[in-house]
C-alpha cells in the first residue's frame, strides 16, 4: 500500500521569488472580454468580489506556507482526502494554504454552466457566440474561431476533456456578458459553496495573482460537482472528444490507468506547479483527492494515485 509523507518545503526560497514573479504577471491580466450573453439579467457588481479580503487563518500564515495580504505562495505544495459521500477530511496537508488553481478553474466554470442547464436558460444545443477575445486566447485551446458559434455540447466536452481556455471565456461572455461579470457569479457560488478562501477572476485559469484557493475548497467543488451534478459530471470520465475534425486527448492521465479513477480536472500554471482534483471509487468507497504544486506531471500523478491507494 502506498503512502505519502510530509514534503520538505523551501518556504523561505518561495516567498523570495513571489515579488518577482508577480511583477512578471502584471502583463499576464485577462484582456477585457467581448461578446454577447444568453442571460439578459442584471450583471453583478464585480470590484468588490475581486478586491475582497479573503478570511484570515490567525496563527497558520508561518505554518501553512501563506504569502502576506492575501496572496498566494507559489508553486507550493497541498493535498487533501476527503471521503465523497460524507466530506469527512482523510488526509491533509496545508489544505487550507492559499494557492494557484490554474485549470483547476474550470470546474467552476462548468459548474455554472451546468447550473444554466439546469435551469433551461441554455440546452444542450444552445449555439454560444465565440468573440475575438474568447478565440485569441492562449492555449490550451481548441481554435474555435472568431464569428463562430459552438454547441454548448461541444463547450462541455472541450472544458472537461482538452481544459479549453477559448471556450472557458466564449460560456464565461455568453452566460455573463463578459468574463469579469462571470468571475464574479462563480465567486459568489464558491461562497455558497462553502469555499471561503477562493477568489476568482476569470474562467480558465489563466495567470492572475488575485485568483486564488486551496486544496480544501477545490475538494469542496469536485465533491459539490460529482453530487448535484453527478449527471452532467459524467462528461469528466471521457478520454478523448472530436472537434472540427481533430481528436483532442483527456489532459487527466489517470482515466482507464487507475482502477476506479473518473474524473476530474488538471490544471497548470508556472506559478501553481502541477494540480490535479481526481475522484475515484471501489468496493462501494469513493473519495475525492486534490494535489497542488505538483513539481511535474509525473510527479503530481503519482502523488494523487499514491493517496488514492492509501485511502481506497
Do not use: W
Not at 462541455?156 to 463578459?178: R, T
Not at 489532459?251 to 481526481?278: E, F, H, P, Q
Request: net charge positive.
Amino acid at each position: 500500500m502506498a503512502t505519502v509523507g510530509p514534503r520538505a518545503g523551501a518556504r523561505s526560497r518561495l516567498i523570495a521569488v513571489f515579488a518577482a514573479l508577480s511583477l512578471a504577471l502584471a502583463a499576464c491580466q485577462t484582456a477585457p472580454p467581448q461578446g454577447g450573453s444568453l442571460d439578459r439579467g442584471a450583471v453583478p457588481a464585480v470590484a468588490a468580489v475581486e478586491t475582497a479580503p479573503l478570511p484570515e487563518m490567525p496563527g497558520q500564515v508561518a505554518e501553512l506556507g501563506l504569502a502576506p495580504s492575501g496572496q498566494a505562495t507559489p508553486r507550493a505544495y497541498s493535498a487533501i482526502v476527503v471521503d465523497a459521500a460524507s466530506g469527512a477530511v482523510l488526509h491533509e496537508e496545508a489544505a487550507d494554504g492559499l494557492r494557484y488553481p490554474a485549470s483547476l478553474t474550470k470546474m467552476m466554470t462548468l459548474y455554472l454552466l451546468f447550473d444554466a442547464l439546469d435551469g433551461g436558460r441554455v440546452s444542450l444545443d444552445s449555439a454560444l457566440q465565440v468573440s475575438a477575445n474568447a478565440a485569441r486566447q492562449p492555449p490550451a485551446k481548441i481554435g474555435v474561431k472568431a464569428g463562430t458559434t459552438i454547441s454548448v455540447r461541444q463547450a462541455v466536452q472541450a472544458l472537461a476533456v482538452k481544459s479549453a481556455n477559448d471556450v472557458a471565456v466564449a460560456v464565461a461572455e455568453n452566460l455573463a456578458g463578459s468574463e469579469s461579470a462571470f468571475a464574479a457569479q462563480m465567486t459568489a457560488k464558491a461562497r455558497s459553496l462553502g469555499m471561503r478562501r477562493t477568489r476568482f477572476v476569470n474562467a480558465s485559469g489563466l495567470p492572475d495573482p488575485r485568483q486564488v484557493t486551496t486544496a480544501r475548497d477545490m475538494a469542496i467543488l469536485a465533491r459539490a460537482l460529482k453530487s448535484r451534478h453527478s449527471t452532467r459530471a459524467r462528461a469528466f470520465t471521457a478520454r478523448s472528444f472530436t472537434y472540427n475534425g481533430r481528436t483532442f486527448e483527456a489532459t487527466n492521465n489517470l482515466l482507464g490507468r487507475v482502477a476506479g479513477v473518473d474524473g476530474i480536472k488538471t490544471g497548470y500554471i508556472r506559478l501553481s506547479g502541477y494540480n490535479l482534483a481526481a475522484s475515484a471509487g471501489r468496493g462501494g468507497k469513493r473519495v475525492i483527492a486534490v494535489v497542488i504544486g505538483g513539481e511535474s506531471e509525473r510527479a503530481r500523478d503519482s502523488e494523487v494515485t499514491a493517496l488514492l491507494e492509501r485511502y481506497l
